[in-house]
């Protein structure tokens, strides 16, 4: 049931600190903040190459994870959308991995290149939130989401719930290659179990958030600028508006904007920073400050720290609490969600059943 809230989408956006803290308590052991995986039965450390395939918001989460098993475990990391790499000629050599990530366990697209991929010899890891589905089943290393029924067809809770889990793996791989010792693994342990508290700190901004849904609602076009590990959120927050409220609204990787899109600036068009303070801040800021210099209106979604250097000259500013960068993709889904959810309201479109969609896409 939606208990007291309005629509199962809201629910499940306010579901996400426990939903995501029961997810994590299957990856990481508290008692000495060490990593806890399922343990595969094939030799983690003789992965030589990761492709993760995903669609939709389950492929964002992929973008975001890519970057954890490039840096964490150095290892090379090939993504794509399912229904693109299926129609391709992909190279897979001995010592492949493929990440399938899917809510549902059953999208054709994704559950069609698992099998492929097999075929070719690849171990198979995914992250699912359906643990009975095709997915689950025919995989080599089960990881599942604990985000419990997901309902509203835009996907909240499924998405950092694959976020905890990919982090978890990502160390876990770099553990197994001997890229992660022990006090880093505490340290990395100790971040990731941060994400619940600072979800539901996230969620405090709800009404602030509310009260600037009008800001956006009466625009044709959005922009939503992120950049490294928030890149991907930029994308999700563009198709989370897109899904629920028909505005179209394009995700950008921040220093992409001066090759093209920056065309598209004028004072109609808001623009969604998505920049937490950190080691990319100082460039996020710069791309947004190219974007109001043409009489862009900015909404800027930071930290304390960020809002006090860059949110001058913004029409809105939010401020999130001070996160990790391990988390701050988990932490910055909320606002992003939010925001979709209330532009969607003050339109009045159908929230959990957007026109067009369907929850589990088992069609090609
Ligand atoms: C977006 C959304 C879709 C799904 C996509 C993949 O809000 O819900 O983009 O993420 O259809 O679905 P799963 O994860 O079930 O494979």
């Given amino acids: 049931s939606k208990g007291n809230h309005r629509h199962y989408m809201l629910k499940e956006i306010y579901e996400q600190p426990v939903v995501v ?39 964002y989460a992929g973008m975001v994870a890519k970057y954890w098993f490039e840096q964490f475990a150095r290892v090379p990391v090939d993504i794509d959308v399912a229904s693109e790499f299926r129609y391709r000629a992909p190279v897979m050599a001995d010592g492949g991995l493929m990440i399938v990530i899917s809510q549902s366990g059953e999208t054709a697209d994704t559950l069609a290149a698992l099998r492929h991929a097999k075929a070719e010899g690849q171990k198979i890891a995914a992250v699912v939130n359906v643990p009975t589905s095709s997915m689950a089943r025919e995989a080599d290393l089960l990881l599942p989401t604990h985000a419990g029924p997901e309902i509203g067809v835009a996907s909240t809770k499924a998405f950092t719930c694959q976020l905890a889990v990919l982090a978890a793996f990502a160390a876990n791989l770099a553990r197994a290659k001997g890229r992660l010792n022990p006090g880093e693994e505490r340290e990395l342990v100790r971040h990731l179990a941060e994400a619940p508290a600072a979800l539901n700190a996230a969620l405090a901004y709800d009404e602030t958030i509310e009260a600037m849904a009008d800001l956006v609602a009466h625009a044709r076009d959005v922009l939503y600028l992120g950049r ?5 959120l930029a994308l999700e927050g563009a198709l989370k508006l897109k899904e629920i409220s028909y505005i179209h609204a394009e995700g950008y990787a921040a220093g992409e904007m001066k090759h093209g899109p920056i065309a598209l600036i004028d004072d109609t068009v808001p623009v969604i920073v998505l920049a937490p303070s950190g080691p990319l801040f100082e460039k996020t800021v710069s791309n947004m400050q190219e974007v109001q210099a043409r009489g862009g209106k900015v909404v800027l979604i930071s930290d304390y720290d960020g809002v006090q250097a860059a949110g001058e000259g913004c029409i809105a500013t939010i401020t999130m609490p001070k996160v990790h960068p391990l988390i701050a993709p988990m932490v910055y889904a909320v606002p992003v969600q939010l925001l979709a959810y209330h532009v969607a309201l003050a339109k009045g479109t159908d929230v959990d059943q957007p026109r067009n969609l369907a929850k589990s896409v088992t069609v090609e």
Avoid: K, N, W
């Fill in 21 to 59: 803290a029961q997810t994590l308590r299957s990856y990481l052991r508290r008692m000495d903040d060490q990593l806890a995986l399922p343990v595969p039965d094939f030799d983690l450390d003789a992965i030589r190459r990761v492709t993760i395939v995903a669609c939709g918001t389950s492929y």
């Fill in 228 to 232: 490294g590990p928030d890149y991907p």
